[in-house]
Every structure is written in C-alpha cells, then in structure tokens.
C-alpha cells in the first residue's frame, strides 16, 4: 500500500545557513504573529508566557531534536523513515500510524493556513494604500467582515499564495525551500526589528513591558496549558512530522542539539520580539489587547489607522513572509512522501497535493468558521497528540544506539532520554485530557 520506496534522499540541505533560514522560517510563521498575541492576551499576558517557556523547553525541545535524529536517520520521509527504523528493528508496524498523523496534521494545518495567508495577503495592498486610514473598531471589524465575504478577491489571493507554494516546493530542498528561505528571513528580520524599534519609539512600551512581564496567575486554567502547549507545537513546527522531514535533509557534519536549541531560541525570541511589535502600538491608541483572533486583522489595521500607511504595509507584509516560510513546510511533509513513491515523484506530488489543498481552501473560504474547528484539531489536539507518540517512539521504541549515533553520547542525550520517556508523554497527555474535558464539559457536566 506504500509503494516502493527510494534509497534515501538524494537532496540535501546546501549549507548551515540554508538549513537554519529554512527550519527557524518553518518555525517563525503566522503562529508568532498572528496566534501567540491574541492567545498570550486571551491568557493573562506573561502568566501564559511562563508557562509558555516550560512548554517548549520540556516538551518541544526533546521532541524537535528526536524529530531531527529519527529523520536524519530514515533519509526519507516521516512515514517511510518510521517504516524503516520498525521493520530494521522488529518494533510493530503500527508506529507507521504516527507517521500518518503528523502528515495529515500538516496538511489540515496548511487547508486553512493557505486561507488566513489569503487575508493577510489582502491586507498588504489594504495597508499600503492607506486603507485603514481613521478606522475605529466597528469601522475595522466591517472592513474584516468585508475583506473575508469577498469570496473572489480571497479566492485569488489564496490561489496565488498556494501556486508559489506549490512552485517553491516542486523545485527540491536546496534548489527550491532552502533559496526561498535564505532571500526571505533575512528580509523578515529586517522588517521584524524595523517594526520593533518603530512600536517602541511611537507606542508604549513600558505598558508592554508590564503586560508581558508581570504574571497573573489567577488567570491560568487547564485552558492556558494547554493553548500553551498547542502554541509550543504549533509554533515549533513539531508533532507533524515537519522537522522529521526537514531532518532527512541533514548531513552527517551537522550538530543536530545545536542547531535544534538555534532553532527553538530563535522561534520563541521572534514569539517575544513580535510582542513588541505589536503590543505597544495596541496600547498606545487605546485598545483591548484581550480581542482573540480579532487582535491581528480587526484590533491592528485600527492602530494603524493612525499612523503612516507604509508601517501597517511592512507589518502585514511581514506576516506574509512569516506564513510563506511555515506553509511550505508543511507541504513539503505530504510532498516528500510521495516523492518516494517512484511512480510519483516531487513535481507530480506538489501539483497533486496542491489541487487536494486547492478544494478544501474554497471550503475554508465558503465557510470561514470551519477554520476555528480545523485549528483546534491541528493545532491542540493532534499536534500535542503526535508529540506523545514521539516522545514513546525515540524514548522507549527506538534502539538508544540509533540517537546515540545521531544526536551524540553525552549529559546532553540522557536528559532528552528522560524527557522523552517520562515527562513528554505522560503531562502533554494529562494536558490533553483534562483539557478536553474542559473544553467538552466547561461546567464539570
């Protein structure tokens, strides 16, 4: 039912710099400046950021690094690389399922990834042009309401936006993913750090210091764990496989605990440095930073309204860089999998993926509200779910030897062993339960 699969890869990653750009561009996506605010507003500010931290250091961290080794190790994709480590190993061939789940989380991310990217896209030429000028809430939240029931503009935008997915992705890792991420990131730190020194000289910074950093505790529930955590996985592009492809691209000279801690600090100082960004030029007109989802394209063109059109155009456009370099991450999860398959191969896998992805964006575009479900299940549920799996498959599946060999011996693989072993899978489960009992039964019903 797999099909044949190919030796390994034969593409790999051109450079350090190329590898880096690509993995900390899969990780830097709309989840740090479109989720992390709202949900970090939403959670009572740095409460939900401590808690935040904790996630991605107990739980993303060891998780990203197996990612990384298991598919350094495999040299295929997700599914095919755990099809080899269980049948090399004698484990139960029901461990390709985890495979399975991180490559349709991916895509179910990606569905309505590519719809969201649509409105920021919409919003770049809105901004530029100066169309959020005077703008107040109630003005916003129509111009909102119009932007996202203007089927057909959202319908090209979404178009274009998935065809240079689709063309980026179809060119290989080195010719394609890792050239698109070296031009990019660059540009999107540039423009990242511009927005930041702007926020903070014009906006108010101190309020922002304050909010980020000063807990409220009395403000966390099981909710704020696990929107914490989802944010952790989501953010880190981990439980779905993504990293464990990018890590079949991996050559043999690469530190692979190096490079995974380059690449969560950078993930979670842009999650923090985006803050900045936005948080101080919220404060500074006035406005709730508590406005969910809404904060991003409702609360933020109203602060822009304000202020010179050309720094609303950076931000969005900043946005739209940050969505490019996640989403092609995900594609290429479904793409390298069918680029094993020898009747296939990686141009006829993105066009084909890319006409799947095509007609579920129309759903998403038809009805909008399907978004919020489709990124509950993405997002809190079967990412964290994957990182579980994970966290058993390299802590108690895999042969110690095979991440000894691509992780390295030391304090460093120990520690990784404890956590992928013991607190990886068991509180990320209990996260997960008791979580959805307060979703499902918010009133102990």
Same mark, same amino acid.
């Given at each position: 039912?797999?099909?044949?699969?190919?030796?390994?890869?034969?593409?790999?990653? @051109?450079?350090?710099?190329?590898?880096? =750009?690509?993995?900390?561009?899969?990780?830097?996506?709309?989840?740090?400046?479109?989720?992390?605010?709202?949900?970090?507003?939403? =959670?009572?500010?740095?409460?939900?950021?401590?808690?935040?931290?904790?996630?991605?250091?107990?739980?993303?961290?060891? *998780?990203?690094?197996?990612?990384?080794?298991?598919?350094?190790?495999?040299?295929?994709?997700?599914?095919?690389?755990?099809?080899?480590?269980?049948?090399?190993?004698?484990?139960?061939?029901?461990?390709?399922?985890? @495979?399975?789940?991180?490559?349709?989380?991916?895509?179910?991310?990606?569905?309505?990834?590519?719809?969201?990217?649509?409105?920021?896209?919409?919003? *770049?030429?809105?901004? /530029?042009?100066?169309?959020?000028?005077?703008?107040?809430?109630?003005?916003?939240?129509?111009?909102?309401?119009?932007?996202?029931?203007?089927?057909?503009?959202?319908?090209?935008?979404?178009?274009?936006?998935?065809?240079?997915?689709?063309?980026?992705?179809?060119?290989?890792?080195?010719?394609?993913?890792?050239?698109? &991420?070296?031009?990019? =990131?660059?540009?999107?730190?540039? =423009?990242?750090?511009?927005?930041?020194?702007?926020?903070?000289?014009?906006?108010?910074?101190?309020?922002?210091?304050?909010?980020?950093?000063?807990?409220?505790?009395?403000?966390?529930? /099981?909710?704020?764990?696990?929107?914490?955590?989802?944010?952790?996985?989501?953010?880190?592009?981990?439980?779905?496989?993504?990293?464990?492809?990018?890590?079949?691209?991996?050559?043999?000279?690469?530190?692979?605990?190096?490079? &995974?801690? !380059?690449?969560?600090?950078?993930?979670?100082?842009?999650?923090?440095?985006? %803050?900045?960004?936005?948080?101080?030029?919220? /404060?500074?007109?006035?406005?709730?930073?508590?406005?969910?989802?809404?904060? /991003?394209?409702?609360?933020?063109?109203?602060?822009?309204?304000?202020?010179?059109?050309?720094?609303?155009?950076?931000?969005?456009?900043?946005?739209?860089?940050?969505?490019?370099?996640?989403?092609?991450?995900?594609?290429?999860?479904?793409?390298?999998?069918?680029?094993?398959?020898?009747?296939?191969?990686?141009?006829?896998?993105?066009?084909?993926?890319? *006409?799947?992805?095509?007609?579920?964006?129309?759903?998403?575009?038809?009805?909008?509200?399907?978004?919020?479900?489709?990124?509950?299940?993405? %997002?809190?549920?079967?990412?964290?779910?994957?990182?579980?799996?994970?966290?058993?498959? &390299?802590?108690?599946?895999?042969?110690?030897?095979?991440?000894?060999?691509?992780?390295?011996?030391?304090?460093?693989?120990?520690?990784? !062993?404890?956590?992928?072993?013991?607190?990886?899978?068991?509180?990320?489960?209990?996260?997960?339960?008791?979580?959805?009992?307060?979703?499902?039964?918010?009133?102990?019903?």
């Amino acid at each position: 039912m797999a099909g044949p699969v190919t030796v390994g890869k034969s593409d790999h990653w @051109g450079s350090r710099f190329g590898f880096i =750009m690509a993995a900390v561009g899969s990780s830097v996506g709309l989840g740090n400046l479109w989720r992390f605010p709202y949900i970090a507003g939403e =959670m009572g500010g740095s409460a939900f950021i401590l808690i935040y931290l904790g996630c991605i250091l107990l739980f993303g961290f060891p *998780v990203l690094m197996a990612e990384y080794a298991l598919g350094r190790h495999g040299q295929r994709s997700s599914i095919a690389s755990i099809r080899k480590i269980v049948t090399e190993n004698k484990k139960p061939i029901a461990w390709v399922g985890m @495979g399975w789940l991180g490559a349709i989380a991916s895509l179910l991310l990606f569905s309505f990834y590519i719809v969201i990217s649509a409105w920021v896209f919409d919003f *770049v030429p809105q901004a /530029f042009l100066g169309g959020f000028s005077g703008f107040d809430a109630a003005a916003s939240g129509e111009n909102f309401g119009e932007t996202t029931s203007n089927k057909l503009e959202i319908f090209f935008y979404m178009c274009a936006f998935l065809a240079l997915n689709v063309f980026i992705v179809a060119r290989g890792v080195h010719g394609g993913i890792e050239k698109a &991420a070296e031009i990019l =990131m660059p540009l999107f730190f540039v =423009m990242l750090i511009g927005m930041v020194i702007f926020a903070v000289i014009t906006g108010d910074a101190a309020r922002t210091v304050e909010f980020l950093f000063t807990p409220d505790f009395s403000k966390i529930t /099981f909710d704020t764990f696990m929107a914490a955590l989802g944010q952790a996985f989501f953010s880190l592009s981990v439980g779905s496989c993504v990293m464990f492809t990018y890590g079949a691209y991996l050559t043999r000279d690469t530190n692979i605990p190096k490079n &995974a801690g !380059l690449v969560a600090s950078a993930d979670t100082l842009v999650a923090l440095v985006a %803050g900045f960004a936005i948080f101080p030029i919220v /404060f500074s007109a006035g406005l709730n930073p508590e406005q969910g989802p809404g904060l /991003f394209f409702v609360t933020m063109p109203v602060a822009f309204g304000g202020l010179p059109s050309f720094v609303g155009g950076i931000f969005f456009t900043l946005a739209l860089f940050a969505a490019f370099t996640s989403s092609i991450s995900l594609l290429e999860t479904g793409v390298s999998w069918l680029e094993d398959q020898k009747s296939i191969g990686r141009v006829k896998g993105a066009i084909g993926l890319g *006409v799947i992805m095509f007609f579920m964006g129309i759903g998403y575009i038809w009805m909008p509200e399907m978004i919020d479900h489709a990124s509950f299940l993405s %997002g809190d549920v079967m990412l964290p779910l994957g990182g579980v799996l994970i966290g058993i498959f &390299a802590g108690w599946v895999v042969p110690k030897s095979i991440l000894e060999n691509e992780l390295g011996k030391g304090i460093h693989l120990e520690i990784a !062993l404890v956590l992928l072993r013991f607190v990886v899978p068991i509180f990320i489960s209990i996260i997960l339960i008791l979580g959805m009992i307060g979703k499902f039964f918010p009133d102990g019903g």
